[in-house]
Each structure stands twice: as structure tokens, then as C-alpha cells.
């Protein structure tokens, strides 16, 4: 149930608060700098970010 709370509730602001660290995660990139105004994502936001790009792996890497 998290999960689909995590990705449904409020579909632009968690595009802009978890998209780009997503996308750089899964690129290998370290840092993610934030312009502001930007959403700042929660705790659990992160977690799934962290949870979810382990388990994908890297881009253009085999599934894991």
C-alpha cells in the first residue's frame, strides 16, 4: 500500500521531487544539485528512490 500511495499521490510534485534524483541514480551520478524553488521529497520518498534504483540497477545495466 505504501508504494502506490508513493507513486500516485500527487502525481507533479513527486515528478519533481524524486525524478531527477531517480534519474540520477540510476546514471551513477553522486550529487543532485536543487534549484529553488524545487519540492522536497520525504523521507519515505527516498527510500523507495534508493529501493526501486537498486533493484532496477543502472541504466543500460541487466536487470537485477
Same mark, same amino acid.
Given at each position: 500500500?505504501?508504494?502506490? $500511495?508513493?507513486? @500516485? !499521490?500527487?502525481?507533479?510534485?513527486?515528478?519533481?521531487? %524524486?525524478? *531527477?534524483?531517480? $534519474?540520477? *541514480? !540510476?546514471?551513477?551520478?553522486?550529487? /543532485?544539485? /536543487?534549484?529553488?524553488?524545487?519540492?522536497?521529497? @520525504?523521507?519515505?520518498?527516498?527510500?523507495? %528512490?534508493? !529501493?526501486?534504483?537498486?533493484?532496477?540497477?543502472?541504466?543500460?545495466?541487466? !536487470?537485477?
Amino acid at each position: 500500500m505504501p508504494l502506490i $500511495v508513493f507513486m @500516485t !499521490r500527487n502525481l507533479q510534485t513527486h515528478q519533481l521531487a %524524486v525524478g *531527477k534524483r531517480f $534519474v540520477a *541514480k !540510476r546514471l551513477g551520478l553522486a550529487e /543532485v544539485h /536543487v534549484r529553488t524553488p524545487a519540492a522536497t521529497p @520525504t523521507p519515505f520518498q527516498l527510500r523507495e %528512490v534508493a !529501493r526501486i534504483g537498486d533493484w532496477l540497477g543502472p541504466l543500460g545495466g541487466e !536487470r537485477r
